[in-house]
């Protein structure tokens, strides 16, 4: 699996695309030790009996999406050419009747690069439009063979290549990644029989409960449509004038006003099918299933005050941690888990395991671990893998089924509705990206674009012709699970839901009650932004009411945030006996519950270097964190050589200016430095490092400086994030480590932050 990893993060053009030769390779970690082409084919046939037959792989293994190799263009040392193939002599000027003279018709060249030009953009994705993708690989830790035939769990060691799209839904393409948002958390799996997309979000539970309101959800929640305004931000006054009227999206909220809505990293966050779904082993016989990914870096997020500045300063936040993170080798892991439970467990539960706005709690039925994720290789091209990758909830494989979820059904339809319009037709299935790694055979044809080749006289079934084929493949294909209609209530068409799809607060409650009192005071923080800049006082007021149903102590402290002298009565129930709920409060449900393995890869230090800096102790902490696989950056009043006090020059790679505080999860200030202590910048570096209670190392002299620049009554003794210390002291550096690993300390945090 090593070799496995290894390998598939290769990309053989790439030192050429970067210009390796003229030193502009990018220089921090990249990709290492990428073996030959030849090797990367060998080790996946090895591993996987890569077979480009279409004939099913050896049992146990699956073929690889080296197909994609196929489309890969390197143009290094080649001649540039028109989409004809025909050679371009001159790429500068258009052909003309004499040089002050007409343009002509006939200049092919000019013409098919304008038409290109001119139908560059499609279709954004009508949510979750900003999106960044990483190719990687699934591998199966427990066979689960006695519960489900799908192919990628057959095997412990199977290696199931797959693709990541992470998203904000909200904003349009180009807006920022660190809104307040869900993130989506889509999943491509090229099995060896066929794809499987897992499209889950980062949260696992939905706003509404029917595909029904979803159109509304989304008119709601996007700029609104007179102005055109707020860009990728929930807090206006449609988006709550909703909600507020939808209690069933009361759960969904308590998630989107936490944390869990600005995480600090995709590869810290959790993920989540959020519908149930079914496994069917062999035996058709199912197993209820939810779909959980488990951060192996552990979950971790930015508080509300980073999130908004870092927006300005860096609004590819998350995109560039994320492409940083693979192309320094540092890959992003998660666990796959699973919570299984049978029909009858299901209908003892006070809720309904079909309602998308209700999680079971781990407490009743636990996680177990069937499999690692590994992100290893970043795409060689935006367009052509993230944007034109097209997830569909309907692609799913033998041994996985369905659930009666409304909220599911929906979906079942609109994901390959969509893709017709933004991709263009029917064929969008051949695009590299999404193609099968198994051959596609059956007698659909034609379309736009279409790519195939099918040979044969023969595009219908039955025939004699083609000697019946291609034929069904019976109970060796996709076979749905005969009993799944769970209405007990008869088939009789109805719109309606049932009983317990009708108790709408008792997750919500158990999500809050759930929270450490830092990330409660976090959510009320969020409802009072997000309410404060609703214009409407009757918006604000019924969510408030809303709020009363989950705890009246949240419902206070908001209605104080936002002048409400008295609290609004609560809304009424939807149902008059809520059911008693199996679990009040969770372990599992705080982000500091599953803090990760400690491990600070993919973190990034500001190492302050001013003229002067004892430069050994920079140099040694860079090292440091480059063992842990974080990353350490000169930061310097300018970019380029600093004259440190030893007389070496250390080489800034970014400043004060470009790259502010609050881009760093820590801030390190060596000895010396004397110009930089007067830069207005580092004063903000320290007070925004400080309130977003990230560790800072201040040694020698910075002591002072840093002290200088705290708020009155930060507490420097006992803060252990705040590393103060004697120049030439080892124990600094292996302090920080520990703290850049560990969940960050609310303790320093007030509420209006301290002067
Ligand atoms: Fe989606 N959703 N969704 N959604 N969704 C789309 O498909 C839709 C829902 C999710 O990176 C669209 O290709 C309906 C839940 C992700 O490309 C669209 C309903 C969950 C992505 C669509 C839902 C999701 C999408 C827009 C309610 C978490 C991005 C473009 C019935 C389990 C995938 C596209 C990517 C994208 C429809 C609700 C996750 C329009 C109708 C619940 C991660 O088809």
Redesign the pocket.
Known sequence: TQQMAAAMADNPTKPLEYGEDNGLAPSAGATSEAPSRAALASALSEVNGSDKTGSRAPEGHNNTIDTLDRVRVDSSDQPMTTNQGVRISDNQNTLSAGVRGPALLEDFVLREKLTHFDHERIPE????AR?SGAHGYFECTEAITDITSAAPFQEKGKITPLFV?F?TVAGERGSKDTARDVR???VKFYTDAGNWDL???NMPV?F?QD?MK?PDLVHAVKPEPHHQMPQAASAHDTFWDFVSLMPESTHMLMWQMSDRAIPRSFATMQG????TFRFVNAEGQATLVKFHWLPVAGTHSLVWDEAVKISGADPDFNRRDLWERIDSGAYPQWDLAVQLFTEEQADAFSFDVLD?TKIIPEELVPLRTIGRMTLNRNPDNFFSETEQ???CIANIIPGLDFTNDP?LA??IH??F???LL?LGGPNFHEIPINAPIVQVHNNQRDGFHRQAIFRGRVAYEPNSLAGGCPFQAGMQGFVSVAARNESREGTAKVRAKPEKFAEHYAQARLFLDSQTPAEQDHIAAAFRFELSKCTVPAVRERMVASLRNVSDDLARKVADGLGIKELPAPMPLATRQPPEPEVKRSKFLSLMARPGDGSIAGRKVAIVVGPGVDGAFARQMQQALLEGGAVGRFVGMHIGPVDAGDGSAIDADASTENSPGFLFDALVIPDGNDGLKRDGHLWEFVRDVYRHCKPIVAIGDAREFVTRVLPDGADTRKDKALILDERGSQGAIDQLIQCLGAPRDFSRESDPPRV
């Open positions: 994705r009508v949510v979750h999106g799209r998203s989506g958390f889509a499209v889950g979000n939905f509404i595909a979803f989540f099918g959020v519908h998308s990758v097209a997830f909220l929906g979906r609109s994901y509705d969509t893709q933004r």
